[in-house]
C-alpha cells in the first residue's frame, strides 16, 4: 500500500480494510473508510455502504444527470428574465417609461421629467435640438438594456 492510513482515536496504521478500529474498536469515519479503500485498492465494506445516502441532485454535474425532468428544471439563458427588448422600445416613446419596464426606476423618472421639460419648452430651438436626441436616446438605451438583461 502506497499510502499508509491512520486511525483518527489511537493513530495506529490500518492495515486492512474496515470500518472499526482492529487495534481500538472505534467507529471509522467515513473519510478515513473511504481513503483506505482507496489506498488498499478494496471495496468498501457493505455495512458501509448500506448507510451511504445518495447524492443530492444539486451536486451532480449536468452532463451526468439521468433524469430528464431535473434537467428540464434548469432554465435556459432566455428564461432567466421575461423582459422583452420590443417592447421596452415602444414604451420609451414615452420618455422614460422603457427604462421603467427594465427596472431603472431613476433613469427612468430622470428621462421623464427631461421629457417633460423638452416639451413645455418648445417653442426654443434648443427643446427642439435635444428632443429629438433625449428621444433616441431613451428609445435605443431600453431596447439594449433589455436585450442585455434577457440573456
Not at 94 to 115: A, R, S, T
Not at 126 to 134: I, R
Request: aromatic share 8%; charged share 15%; glycine share 6%.
Amino acid at each position: 500500500m502506497a499510502i499508509r492510513v491512520h486511525c483518527p482515536s489511537c493513530h495506529q496504521y490500518l492495515e486492512q480494510m474496515a470500518d472499526v478500529c482492529p487495534h481500538c474498536d472505534a467507529a471509522l469515519p467515513p473519510a478515513v473508510v473511504m481513503s483506505l479503500a482507496a489506498a488498499s485498492g478494496e471495496p468498501l465494506p457493505t455495512t458501509f455502504v448500506q448507510h451511504m445516502r445518495p447524492v443530492p441532485e444539486e451536486l451532480i454535474p449536468m452532463t451526468e444527470m439521468t433524469d430528464r425532468r431535473a434537467a428540464d428544471a434548469w432554465p435556459t439563458p432566455t428564461e432567466t428574465s421575461g423582459l422583452r427588448p420590443w417592447l421596452a422600445a415602444a414604451l420609451s416613446l414615452i420618455c422614460g417609461l422603457g427604462q421603467l419596464y427594465n427596472g431603472q426606476v431613476i433613469k427612468g423618472f430622470v428621462l421623464m421629467i427631461l421629457g417633460a421639460a423638452a416639451i413645455f419648452m418648445w417653442p426654443s430651438l434648443v427643446s427642439k435640438l435635444a428632443m429629438p436626441l433625449l428621444w433616441g436616446f431613451a428609445i435605443v438605451d431600453a431596447f439594449r438594456v433589455a436585450r442585455r438583461m434577457r440573456h
